[in-house]
């Protein structure tokens, strides 16, 4: 069973309140560092047996349809989800302590 | 004169807009998003609300109801569309008319009544109004801010489909955040117009902030039975 990540953001020049308000929360928790918060999206898109290009095209096909809106938004990646990832993500739903690990190597 | 009104899950005023075309004259047509039949009416609103529980985006999801399948075409063939709050969204979504809606830039949802200047009083659903006219309807929204990129402003401005804008605030303000204080767009052809706020919640003495609503299904029942008439 493999799955396929997609990540959409909104477009860097359309206004996310979300974020804003996410990021007005974050210094009330002591977390000053941070400048700008944006929020985006992640679908994990699972299918029967191995990741084929198929899936990955159709994947790319339903990000642009369905899972964003062009207008408004960006697909930033469309990849397999490996399986030392899908790994990570299961601990990091055990404990707080994979969480920062999984997201490494992203962008 | 035949106004279908289409239901999607999470739909809320469709009953609202149904009573808002009986009281002006109409005879109102439930539509079911899962029945890609218009019915043969001359019209359709798609209702606010929140279809698909704004899940995804607003509107996203509705978009591909069967329904849309036969909307839309018959859309582009000159259909007169009437798209409110929830169904303005469905309408951007589905690329009938541009832009998108996005969240109010102050966060809070909206429930005003708002005041709106008609720019534009040749649409199929505002032939009823003058140009310049302002009237006051009800705002209810969390993401009504209107977003489109500055050629799409432009060329909406130029030609004329800027159908409502927003009176703003003492401050210059309008209540979403909408780019140019668009509340309302309609498509070249005039017969698709979508906007934010509620025309189907001021048609009635004792509710709502005024009668102004009724203009919109009274331009499009006296068009329709025009139209019939010179046929």
Not at chain 2, 105 to 111: E, I, L, Q, T, Y
Not at chain 2, 210 to 218: A, E, I, K, N, V
């Amino acid at each position: 069973m493999g799955s396929i990540v997609v990540d959409v953001m909104l477009k860097p020049e359309i206004l996310d309140p979300q974020g804003q308000a996410v990021g007005g929360a974050l210094p009330r928790l002591g977390f000053d560092g941070f400048t700008d918060v944006r929020q985006g999206k992640r679908f994990v898109l699972t299918v029967d047996g191995d990741v084929t290009d198929e899936h990955l095209t159709a994947a790319r096909e339903a990000a642009e349809t369905l899972l964003s809106n062009p207008v408004i938004e960006d697909v930033v990646s469309v990849r397999v989800l490996d399986g030392s990832e899908e790994g990570a993500e299961d601990g990091a739903e055990d404990g707080a302590d994979g969480k920062g690990e999984s997201e490494d190597g992203e962008q | 004169m035949r106004i279908g009104v289409v239901t999607f899950p999470g739909s809320l005023d469709d009953r609202d807009a149904a009573r808002a075309v009986r009281e002006c004259g109409g005879e109102a047509v439930a539509l079911w998003h899962g029945d890609a039949d218009l019915k043969g009416v001359d019209a359709v609103i798609l209702p606010g609300g929140f279809s698909y529980g704004d899940y995804l985006r607003c509107g996203a999801i509705a978009r591909f109801a069967p329904v849309m399948d036969a909307l839309v075409p018959a859309a582009k063939g000159g259909l007169p569309v009437l798209g409110i709050c929830n169904g303005f969204q469905v309408l951007t979504e589905s690329h009938l008319l541009p832009g998108a809606l996005i969240r109010n830039d102050h966060r809070k949802f909206n429930c005003v009544d708002q005041r709106l200047v008609v720019e534009n009083a040749s649409t199929a659903w505002t032939s009823d109004f003058e140009a310049g006219q302002e009237i006051t309807i009800v705002l209810k929204n969390g993401e009504g801010g209107y977003v489109a990129d500055e050629r799409t402003l432009d060329e909406l401005e130029g030609e004329g489909r800027v159908v409502f804008r927003y009176v703003t605030d003492a401050e210059g303000r309008n209540p979403n955040g909408s780019y140019r204080d668009i509340a309302g767009i309609t498509n070249e052809r005039g017969n698709v117009v979508g906007l934010m706020p509620h025309p189907e919640h001021a048609v009635e003495a004792g509710y709502g902030p005024s009668l102004d609503g009724r203009g919109f299904f009274t331009s499009i029942i006296t068009q329709t039975l025009e139209s019939a008439a010179n046929a």
